[in-house]
């Protein structure tokens, strides 16, 4: 036995965590729901708010936590299998199509949970969280800075495209 054969490497710690996180995400997906109303009911035990003055907002800016989070989420997921697969050819690529067919896989088995339903628009949203992982990953060292405006722009027109796609759903599964 060499020195060191048997230790654990960091890479397969992270491959662990990111496989039982992700199965959590699965798991919770297909078994929870919870209503805008138990959900007002939670924050207004936590904050000093009425159960009617969240649902008011909750009803316009929902959007932005529940799909904004999908494509933080999926952008993570892309660093992750990048981070992880700094030995395999074509690693971005390699990053997209995992974390595209994780985004897929988890639309379609939405279809079998009561109260959930699957749609190709969250799929683009996911993707949209991967594009913006993938383009500051994938940067060059020597890349002319992004200036200001063009984070804010850049910005704007991502928190714009998932308000389109989550406002107006195509694609349902069901």
């Known amino acids: ?26 798991w919770l997906s297909s078994s929870t729901v ?18 009617e003055t969240f649902l008011a907002f909750w009803r316009k800016c929902w959007w932005l936590f529940v799909k904004g989070w999908h494509a933080t989420e999926f952008g993570l997921l892309f660093w992750l299998v990048f981070a992880l697969s700094k030995h395999v050819p074509r690693r971005a690529l390699t990053a997209t199509l995992v974390a595209f067919g994780f985004a897929f896989l ?18 683009v949203i996911d993707g ?9 990953l ?11 405006w063009g984070w804010i722009l ?10 389109v796609f989550a406002n107006f759903p195509f694609g349902s599964f069901g």
């Open 34 to 51: 919870v209503t805008m109303e138990q959900l007002a009911n939670m924050v207004s035990r936590l904050l000093p708010i009425s159960p």
């Open 106 to 123: 988890d639309e379609w088995h939405q279809v079998s949970v009561p109260a959930r339903g699957g749609r190709l628009s969250d799929v």
């Open 138 to 148: 994938t940067r060059k060292p020597d890349h002319k800075r992004l200036p200001w």
């Open 1 to 26: 036995m060499t020195e060191g054969s048997g230790r654990i490497k960091p890479r397969h710690i992270v491959g662990f965590v990111l496989t039982v996180g992700f199965a959590v995400v699965i």
């Open 154 to 163: 850049g910005g704007t027109v991502v928190i714009a495209l998932i308000w």
């Open 128 to 136: 949209l969280g991967i594009a913006v992982a993938a383009y500051l």
